[in-house]
């Protein structure tokens, strides 16, 4: 109070006559060992502490305090604290503030006195009883000095019950009033009660979604204020994976670290970013363990399915890099000796070590690191019906549909298990890479651009040279190969979503990503070379990674570009999904195709695919004897793609944004390059607010603003959505809301999460058109 | 007149039954061979082709034959040639075309009949005589069938006299009436001159800048006329280098092929395009001589001074990439024996041979291949006073400044003997590389990172490792003797520019471009460790190379990037500008420096950049004790700096577009992958309309007029310029005045056309705004 009154004294001022006084009773003496001396002897003390300070003399008239008092508290909203809170939490400065004037009551009036903090309702369960604490014959203070072990607040029915009703009754009427689960603090003074302060409750995510439902059905909030009251990142929390907790109980833990970012995650120990890199090739799942990281482990960080740091806090670059991709990250085990020498680590408190290969567990969310391999247990969706029911509400509000980014059946139906309304974008990609595929991949592309050459002469009429011969009969077995195993792949997919639209995405990544890195290739056959001589295969495949070797992949041959090169892409791939629609169709299924491309900058480009891709088509309808029926769209995720849309949109049926790499052009950002450097200082420096790549840029959305006006004037009602990483993002969700998108695709364990934050983003919308 | 009456007979069909008859007379019988007879017995196959082919009789009614005719002419208008024509023209399908008809003139009616063809100037060298040639006693036919040798008109004077002054007479009044030199037909029937057709006559360039000062002159045309009249790529034929004429009578030419793209080009013989690569690389300049080119071979190309194949015609990937590109190039040289093994080349017919590594000299002009290092003479301006009033006129007109893009100060000296008005872009690049900085800048990029992290160690008041401490001072050290050698550059541009803006970009590209290339250090490094063991320093180069490597350089850490991780950069040449600029000032000049920083996406990166900047002009200004004036803006290269130059406005003082990163990021496209590979294909086949690294695209052009409106509507006024290779282009140049900005900038040797097509672009706007 004294700091409250007098503005220019820092309270910090008052401490050190205190403490001096406190150390004169001994070194652990408390403030209730002072005498009744020693307090009239602070009292002057404190005075000259006010005099010095502020040059005037403590005031003695109590209703100059009590001016002074109020006009403190009024000041105080001006303090450097509240203004920075403020800004952050984005509340106006020209709010104001109040001042209540109450008279004190004191809970140390005697054992009917008392004083306590209660919770209306459990607020790590959510059950719905009185949960807290209390001490009889005491002030708050006590409670907080933990001299006396308050006692639960049960206690008091047995103490006053006639106080613990009241107290009961009144926490009830403060939560009707206030509709939500109330944080309380009481006195009460010779038996009677007196209410200190109430505010909402904070609550664990297993709280809140039972409260909100609760409070439904108790008639107190609509299931619409129920839907605002979970925070999205609550949803996402109950949903994640943790470690099996049987399992734990007979776990090794090798050491405790700060719990840097959260989450479970079970890999084998790598003691270097390179050596991560190539472990992930190779399918390994790795834990990253360094004494430190720097931007140059970046890469390690990024493929390690978790990262673990002897130095460094909860703002280490580890730390800090961690939650930014979204990795579980202990931080500051500084009890491990790490020895990247030896490649292996130990604690020098459980004397357990490790070495590279070693599985490990790392538990972000709590700081620990276990040896082996721990089982996780997802949180089944399936046992929270809480949940389900509020998400439920939230798809009653919700304008937008969610649907997911699922490459694989079982990746399709784990997303609809959880809501999701269709998939807005099947990536092809993984089609061409696993098992026996990539080299069946790699057989083609060195052939592809003499066989698509060979092609192109025979169309006009040249006969063709044994080589070229050779060439295309290569090329088209490779391409045939793929085309039955793709079949199946989509089979798959569609009978996953039956009923619901599937948008396939065809190829889009450049051909050399199939190919072995140029670096190694160059330096196996270097080392061959200079061992005697390289085989030819390695010579010729070399010349092949080096002839497609690009400056800028990101903007090279990928994408439509492919597909316009070398165009069995596209035929191949059409004649996949529709010869597999067409089987699932005759089984009695639903499929619901909608073929999209990737990377269209210009309407010609789309133009001159749907040619091909409509020929083929019709080439499949007429072997099959039956029709097939898709939708033709496109990716807007090149800033010419979004700025000329209204040409795009006479081509194209529907749009999806491509975030990602939006984001990457617009800003003109290579993701790769800039998160694990420059982008990183960025944010730190605020020159940036925040990471783009995870939540949508406000220029970025402009231009997707610009695209979809532009889009629809060409044609009304075109179904546009988002499939970029943004689709998952709570606040980018709120972002495309405003823009008028027609659905939000994320990756399945982001389907709960995004279904609530469409809904939320719906409610913000009313609550601004409110005003 | 057959084939034009009877529409469904194709012209062609006539000719075998007129060649057969007169085989009959002998292999190289004419037309004039055959006799009356012949005559008549081929009317009658022609009646029987007609009947043939159109099913009906050829009709002998002439009323009807002339109806016929008429109607024949209108159907042509929907002709595929007229229409391409017509599409490629940018002409009206609806204008629809007229039919006059005549009465027919004969000039073979004896010796006082003649016919001809003339121009009213000459259209080699514009001088004002008429220029054509005539026959006695002839029909048009007889001119072109080349039986006869024509006389020059100037004998018509002999022969007729009276005849060629009313010839001269009318072609002055048509002159007169077209305001343009005409090109005439002309037949005279017995005395009487008949006028059969008159258009504005094609010329060369000399003869066109000739002519349009003379017609000024001579009040025929205003001097707006006279500078619509000249076309950019005249003035630029005007100013190309060409072989020096003494020097090619004693030349030795090796081989003549196609001329498949213009200018004279010197350098040493390659035979692959990565030995082109390395051998510019060492400072080399090459003319890579390939049997024919491929895709792969682009960066060759891109890197010759001109290029020649022995295969392929004026379509073929050597002669469509090199125009694409601006090199000279003799294509389809089949004379040319080229042995990519022996490394050398053979004419068959000369017999001279040369080997890599030889002087060659090429003129894509004429198409010949010369043997040694023929010097070229550049086409003086300062010899061409016809084209400097013209351009004086254009200068009148025109609203853009011109500027110039020059790096160094015999650049810019040559730029402002053009009439550049300012440099738009002095690119500090080459200030790293040159001579002896590149090994300091790379001794300082090894410890940049280690020093900039120390320094703000030690700013933060920790103290420094020895570590720390070495890297600060190596850094330090290098820094500042490139400060000095910077300064340097800087005086001798401002001395170049006294007087007139230079607009000067720090430092933009990725630091790796300056270290070795990553897979040449590494082979090296492989092969040392084979031999047993690479050396340290080049462990330790490599270590830096890959860790500084970066998957898309182009939108990784480079521009205003780089000086924001590494603040030096900024510094050290913020004080070589200023303090080059006041020992300039105080040497009696007046040097205006304008400082641009390149790249910048969101504002607060140029705010940032701006404070650094400011703080260090205030340390140059108070050791110097004098006070520094500069322009501080940015470029607009990067779509999301499009999109936000409102806010990016409160910051910069001036804009300049970066149109070649602002069209790769807005298309998505890297110039250095697309131009060799897909992009050729695009314009090929007309996905794209044009290359837009060449043209303007009309997306980017409306990306940077919202950046204009936008700029403009936070700081009216703003001065905004383009320096991107599209300055100097002419179409591109209509396109920005469209826009509003306030100069172009482009490099020297284009200035003089970008004077001329500012001053066009206004006057295309004037008609517009007329119409």
Same mark, same amino acid.
């Given at each position: 109070?004294?700091?409250?009154?007098?503005?220019?004294?820092?309270?910090?001022?008052?401490?050190?006559?205190?403490?001096?006084?406190?150390?004169?009773?001994?070194?652990?003496?408390?403030?209730?060992?002072?005498?009744?001396?020693?307090?009239?002897?602070?009292?002057?003390?404190?005075?000259?502490?006010?005099?010095?300070?502020?040059?005037?003399?403590?005031?003695?008239?109590?209703?100059?305090?009590?001016?002074?008092?109020?006009?403190?508290?009024?000041?105080?909203?001006?303090?450097?604290?509240?203004?920075?809170?403020?800004?952050?939490?984005?509340?106006?400065?020209?709010? $104001?503030?109040?001042?209540?004037?109450?008279?004190?009551?004191?809970?140390? %009036?005697?054992?009917?006195?008392?004083?306590?903090?209660?919770?209306?309702?459990?607020?790590?369960?959510?059950?719905?009883?009185?949960?807290?604490?209390?001490?009889?014959?005491?002030?708050?203070?006590?409670?907080?000095?933990?001299?006396?072990?308050?006692?639960?607040?049960?206690?008091?029915?047995?103490?006053?019950?006639?106080?613990?009703?009241?107290?009961?009754?009144?926490?009830?009427?403060?939560?009707?009033?206030?509709?939500?689960?109330?944080?309380? =603090?009481?006195?009460?003074?010779?038996?009677?009660?007196?209410?200190?302060?109430?505010?909402?409750?904070?609550?664990?995510?297993?709280?809140?979604?039972?409260?909100?439902?609760? %409070?439904?059905?108790?008639?107190?909030?609509?299931?619409?204020?129920?839907?605002?009251?979970?925070?999205?990142?609550?949803?996402?929390?109950?949903?994640?994976?943790?470690?099996?907790?049987?399992?734990?109980?007979?776990?090794?833990?090798?050491?405790?670290?700060?719990?840097?970012?959260?989450?479970?995650?079970?890999?084998?120990?790598?003691?270097?970013?390179?050596?991560?890199?190539?472990?992930?090739?190779?399918?390994?799942?790795?834990?990253?363990?360094?004494? =430190?990281?720097?931007?140059?482990?970046?890469?390690?960080?990024?493929?390690?399915?978790?990262?673990?740091?002897?130095?460094?806090?909860?703002?280490?670059?580890?730390?800090?890099?961690?939650?930014?991709?979204?990795?579980?990250?202990?931080?500051?085990?500084?009890?491990? *000796?790490?020895?990247?020498?030896?490649?292996?680590?130990?604690?020098?408190?459980? $004397?357990?070590?490790?070495?590279?290969?070693?599985?490990?567990?790392?538990?972000?969310?709590?700081?620990?690191?276990?040896?082996?391999?721990?089982?996780?247990?997802?949180? !089944?969706?399936?046992?929270?019906?809480?949940?389900?029911?509020?998400?439920?509400?939230?798809?009653?509000?919700?304008?937008?549909?969610?649907?997911?980014?699922?490459?694989?059946?079982?990746?399709?139906?784990?997303?609809?298990?959880?809501?999701?309304?269709?998939?807005?974008?099947? !990536?092809?990609?993984? %089609?061409f890479r696993e098992g026996e595929r990539l080299e069946i991949v790699r057989g083609a592309i060195l052939?592809?651009?003499?066989?698509?050459?060979?092609?192109?002469?025979?169309?006009?009429?040249?006969?063709?040279?044994?080589?070229?011969?050779?060439?295309?009969?290569?090329?088209?077995a490779a391409?045939?190969k793929l085309?039955?195993l793709?079949?199946?792949?989509?089979?798959?997919?569609?009978?996953?979503? *039956?009923?619901?639209?599937?948008?396939?995405?065809?190829?889009?990544?450049?051909?050399?990503?199939f190919l072995p890195?140029?670096?190694?290739?160059?330096?196996?056959?270097?080392?061959?070379?200079?061992?005697?001589?390289?085989? =030819?295969?390695?010579? *010729?495949l070399?010349?092949?990674?080096?002839?497609?070797? =690009?400056?800028?992949?990101?903007?090279?041959?990928?994408?439509?570009?492919?597909?316009?090169?070398?165009?069995?892409?596209?035929?191949?791939?059409?004649?996949?999904?529709?010869?597999?629609?067409?089987?699932?169709?005759?089984?009695?299924?639903?499929?619901?195709?909608?073929?999209?491309?990737?990377?269209?900058?210009?309407?010609?480009?789309?133009?001159?695919?749907?040619?091909?891709?409509?020929?083929?088509?019709?080439?499949?309808?007429?072997?099959?004897?039956? *029709?097939?029926?898709?939708?033709?769209?496109?990716?807007?995720?090149?800033?010419? $793609?979004?700025?000329?849309?209204?040409?795009?949109?006479?081509?194209?049926?529907?749009?999806?944004?491509?975030?990602?790499?939006?984001?990457?052009?617009?800003?003109?950002?290579?993701?790769?390059?800039?998160?694990? $450097?420059?982008?990183?200082?960025?944010?730190?420096?605020?020159?940036?607010?925040?990471?783009?790549?995870?939540?949508?840029?406000?220029?970025?959305?402009?231009? %997707?603003?610009?695209?979809?006006?532009?889009?629809?004037?060409?044609?009304?009602?075109?179904?546009?959505?988002?499939?970029?990483?943004?689709?998952?993002?709570?606040?980018?969700?709120?972002?495309?809301?405003?823009?008028?998108?027609?659905?939000?695709?994320?990756?399945?364990? !982001?389907?709960?999460?995004? !279904?609530?934050?469409?809904?939320?983003?719906?409610?913000?919308?009313?609550?601004?058109?409110?005003?």
């Open positions: 109070m004294f700091g409250r009154i007098v503005m220019d004294v820092r309270a910090e001022r008052f401490d050190e006559p205190l403490e001096e006084r406190k150390r004169a009773h001994g070194k652990d003496a408390r403030d209730t060992d002072l005498t009744v001396d020693d307090l009239k002897a602070l009292v002057d003390e404190f005075k000259a502490v006010v005099k010095k300070d502020s040059g005037r003399n403590f005031p003695s008239d109590p209703l100059e305090q009590l001016d002074l008092a109020i006009k403190a508290v009024f000041a105080s909203w001006f303090g450097k604290r509240a203004n920075d809170y403020r800004n952050s939490q984005k509340i106006a400065h020209d709010l $104001g503030t109040a001042v209540n004037v109450v008279t004190m009551v004191f809970g140390n %009036m005697g054992d009917d006195s008392g004083t306590g903090v209660a919770f209306t309702r459990n607020p790590n369960t959510g059950e719905d009883q009185l949960f807290g604490e209390y001490l009889t014959n005491a002030q708050g203070e006590d409670v907080v000095a933990g001299i006396r072990t308050p006692s639960p607040i049960s206690q008091l029915q047995q103490d006053m019950p006639a106080v613990y009703d009241e107290f009961n009754r009144i926490g009830r009427q403060l939560e009707r009033h206030y509709r939500n689960v109330q944080d309380l =603090e009481f006195t009460i003074e010779r038996g009677r009660l007196y209410m200190l302060q109430t505010r909402d409750a904070k609550r664990t995510a297993a709280a809140a979604v039972k409260i909100a439902t609760d %409070m439904v059905d108790e008639g107190v909030i609509s299931s619409e204020e129920a839907v605002g009251r979970i925070e999205p990142a609550q949803v996402d929390q109950l949903l994640r994976a943790t470690f099996d907790p049987a399992a734990l109980k007979t776990a090794k833990r090798i050491v405790k670290g700060l719990n840097a970012s959260p989450g479970a995650a079970v890999g084998r120990a790598v003691f270097d970013a390179d050596v991560a890199v190539d472990w992930v090739n190779r399918g390994e799942k790795v834990i990253l363990v360094r004494i =430190e990281t720097s931007p140059d482990d970046f890469h390690g960080m990024a493929v390690a399915e978790g990262i673990i740091t002897a130095r460094g806090g909860a703002t280490s670059h580890a730390a800090v890099v961690a939650r930014q991709i979204g990795k579980p990250c202990v931080a500051g085990s500084s009890a491990l *000796d790490v020895n990247y020498g030896a490649k292996s680590a130990s604690c020098s408190l459980t $004397g357990i070590d490790f070495k590279e290969g070693d599985w490990l567990s790392l538990d972000g969310t709590t700081g620990d690191l276990y040896l082996g391999e721990l089982p996780t247990v997802s949180a !089944r969706f399936e046992d929270q019906p809480e949940l389900q029911r509020i998400l439920g509400w939230a798809d009653g509000i919700r304008r937008m549909g969610v649907w997911t980014n699922a490459d694989k059946p079982e990746e399709a139906a784990q997303a609809r298990s959880y809501g999701a309304e269709g998939i807005g974008l099947c !990536r092809t990609e993984h %089609m052939v592809a651009n003499a066989a698509t050459r060979a092609k192109a002469k025979a169309a006009s009429g040249e006969s063709l040279t044994d080589d070229e011969n050779e060439s295309v009969a290569t090329f088209d391409m045939a085309e039955v793709q079949q199946g792949d989509f089979e798959g997919i569609f009978k996953a979503m *039956d009923g619901l639209p599937v948008v396939i995405r065809l190829i889009d990544p450049p051909l050399h990503e890195n140029l670096e190694e290739q160059l330096v196996k056959v270097t080392r061959a070379e200079d061992a005697g001589g390289a085989s =030819e295969e390695d010579e *010729d070399l010349r092949t990674i080096k002839s497609m070797h =690009e400056q800028n992949p990101m903007l090279g041959l990928r994408g439509v570009r492919l597909g316009l090169m070398i165009p069995d892409f596209v035929k191949v791939q059409t004649r996949a999904i529709l010869n597999a629609q067409i089987k699932v169709k005759q089984a009695g299924g639903n499929p619901i195709a909608k073929i999209m491309i990737p990377l269209v900058g210009h309407v010609n480009e789309l133009a001159r695919t749907r040619e091909l891709l409509d020929a083929e088509a019709k080439a499949v309808e007429s072997k099959a004897g039956v *029709d097939v029926d898709y939708k033709f769209g496109t990716m807007i995720e090149v800033p010419r $793609g979004a700025l000329t849309a209204d040409e795009i949109a006479r081509e194209a049926s529907f749009f999806s944004f491509g975030t990602n790499d939006l984001t990457q052009m617009t800003f003109g950002f290579s993701r790769d390059d800039a998160e694990g $450097g420059f982008l990183l200082k960025y944010v730190e420096d605020k020159i940036l607010p925040f990471n783009p790549f995870q939540t949508l840029d406000d220029a970025v959305a402009g231009l %997707m603003k610009i695209a979809v006006d532009k889009g629809r004037a060409t044609r009304p009602g075109l179904e546009v959505g988002i499939c970029g990483e943004h689709g998952g993002d709570p606040e980018s969700i709120a972002k495309v809301e405003r823009i008028g998108l027609d659905y939000v695709s994320c990756s399945p364990f !982001r389907v709960p999460v995004a !279904r609530l934050a469409a809904a939320q983003a719906v409610l913000a919308g009313a609550a601004v058109r409110d005003k």
